[in-house]
């Protein structure tokens, strides 16, 4: 039988994504998609889903809060995907018990990755989701005060055969190609040693970087110029000295309306 699955996601099309690349997934069948939280619960409770996509940043009941209701009615808890843009704390949280995870813009592999994870953990029958998600509610709470205080003002990126620690509100951008991560200043252009950029923004004030696109991580204030492009997507002009023009995936074009009132 495939799997009954609920999207719940507030971006229209980041649902539309997800949906169309779960159409290539086989034993997958969504049956119902929720456009915020309490729509979410709702859904759930109707319907008993094998399996639900839930995004993390929604206004109003975030994902977080979806779970906590879940878990307050009594709920049986479904196999859950968490979807996320930016929240680094939650992803290791994640990590840490077990809980699937996907990060916006989504990838076509990862998806199925991750139904097939679902797969296997509803074939467990020791497994204890409701267990697993009170843990990880309680995880997340405690990781909610703010971090900045254990986080350094500077990294370090190799350049000119030279290591150089650079003030993070100098770094204009950092972007990745072929597993390197080119680190660019107002000044300056070197390499960072992380693997990823999500190892990356570990280390990065939260509040002032944003991860614009899969391959590119933003400082707020140095973007210089929004640019309109095709099909209402847009371009960010940033403050380097080749003033690098960054794309916005579709998936954070409603973050950048947020940013800036667009």
């Known amino acids: ?18 949906n169309f690349l779960l ?8 049956i119902a998609q929720g456009k915020n939280g309490v729509e979410g619960v709702s859904l759930i409770r109707e319907h008993s889903p094998d399996l639900v996509f839930l995004d993390v ?4 009941l975030d994902g977080f809060g979806v779970i906590k209701k879940l878990l307050d009615k009594k709920v049986v808890m479904p196999q859950v995907i968490f979807a996320t843009a930016f929240d680094q704390y939650a992803v290791k949280a994640f990590e ?11 990838d076509k592999k990862r998806v199925a990755q991750a139904v097939e994870k679902a797969k296997a953990r509803k074939k467990d029958a020791a497994a204890n989701p409701e267990a697993k998600f009170e843990t990880l509610v309680k995880l997340l709470e405690a990781q909610s005060q703010p971090q900045a205080a254990t986080r350094s003002s500077k990294i370090m990126i190799r350049a000119a055969g030279r290591l150089m620690l650079v003030d993070q509100k100098d770094i204009c951008y ?14 300056m252009e070197g390499q960072s040693n992380c693997r990823t950029l999500e190892e990356l923004l570990e280390s990065l004030d939260p509040g002032q970087f944003w991860r614009a696109h899969r391959g590119y991580v933003v400082n707020i204030n140095r973007i210089k110029e929004v640019v ?9 002009r940033m403050d380097d000295k080749k003033q690098t023009e960054v794309p916005v995936s579709r998936a954070q074009t409603k973050r950048l309306r947020e940013l800036f009132g667009l």
């Open 96 to 106: 840490v018990n077990a809980v699937d995870y996907l990060l916006k813009p989504f």
């Open 228 to 236: 309109p492009w095709f099909k209402s997507s847009y371009q960010l």
């Open 57 to 60: 940043q929604m206004p109003g």
């Open 23 to 30: 159409k290539n997934v086989e034993d997958v069948q969504v």
């Open 1 to 18: 039988m495939p799997l009954s699955t609920l999207i719940i996601d507030d971006e229209q099309l980041a649902r539309d994504e997800l």
């Open 174 to 187: 950092a972007s990745i190609e072929d597993g390197v991560i080119s680190v660019v200043t107002a000044q």
